[in-house]
Antibody, heavy 115, light 111 residues
Framework: QVQLVESGGGVVRPGGSLRLSCVAS????????VHWVRQAPGKGLEWVAC????????YYAESVKGRFTISRDNSKDMFYLQMDRVITEDTAVYYC????????WGQGTLVTVSS | QVVLTQSPSASASLGASVTLTCTLS???????IAWYQQQPQKGPRYLMK???????SKGDGIPDRFSGSSSGAERYLTISSLQSEDEADYYC?????????FGGGTRLTVL
């Protein structure tokens, strides 16, 4: 069955960097765009970034543009979120997902930005 | 830019029915959406994909009590025979080339 597993979360200081990873299985990874979605404590769901199946196009929410970079490795069925110059508002559970909508959510990985 | 609008809160009595609404921005009234449920302290759960014509495809194990419908820019989620476990946050989401959009969510209270 479809599975996406996030890793790489943790505590990071404001201004620091963190790299999240996601390994996918159960579908043809190279056929789909992939996304990161986050949920801050007590808040709603927020789309963060996506990269198209062929890696040629990536898109970002205004809140992270210029600070985060999404990338993928189709040979490994993995994708990543490089988080640079993090701020306290980036504290959230981050989910990796694919396609147009999410039929199966993973556990997510918690990122805490704190001094 | 697509915008999805949801009322922040709704309430209904145990055993009753409730309809939650997700409204698309005026230039995007033909878009399909997805509905998700998030019970307290849990991750989101996919309920259904809802098309412009009201047809919908539900996720595995979603009870028949959950149904969807559409009218113009409005996308509806109806929950009948409300149970205590239906008390949750409900989000709608749509997709465009290049980005996704989530509604702000509706917190449903079962009285």
């Amino acid at each position: 069955q479809v599975q996406l597993v996030e890793s790489g979360g943790g505590v990071v200081r404001p201004g620091g960097s963190l790299r999240l990873s996601c390994v996918a299985s159960g579908f043809v990874f190279s056929d789909y765009g992939v996304h990161w979605v986050r949920q801050a404590p007590g808040k709603g769901l927020e789309w963060v970034a996506c990269v198209h199946f062929d890696r040629d196009e990536d898109y970002y929410a205004e809140s992270v543009k210029g600070r985060f970079t999404i990338s993928r490795d189709n040979s490994k069925d993995m994708f990543y979120l490089q988080m640079d110059r993090v701020i306290t508002e980036d504290t959230a559970v981050y989910y990796c997902v694919y396609g147009d909508y999410v039929e199966s959510w993973g556990q997510g990985t918690l990122v805490t930005v704190s001094s | 830019q697509v915008v999805l609008t949801q009322s922040p809160s709704a309430s209904a009595s145990l055993g009753a029915s409730v309809t939650l609404t997700c409204t698309l921005s005026s230039r995007h009234t033909t878009f399909a959406i997805a509905w998700y449920q998030q019970q307290p302290q849990k991750g989101p759960r996919y309920l259904m994909k809802l098309n412009n014509d009201g047809s919908h495809s539900k996720g595995d194990g979603i009870p028949d009590r959950f149904s969807g419908s559409s009218s113009g820019a409005e996308r509806y989620l109806t929950i009948s025979s409300l149970q205590s476990e239906d008390e949750a946050d409900y989000y709608c989401q749509t997709w465009v080339t290049g980005y996704w959009v989530f509604g702000g969510g509706t917190r449903l209270t079962v009285l």
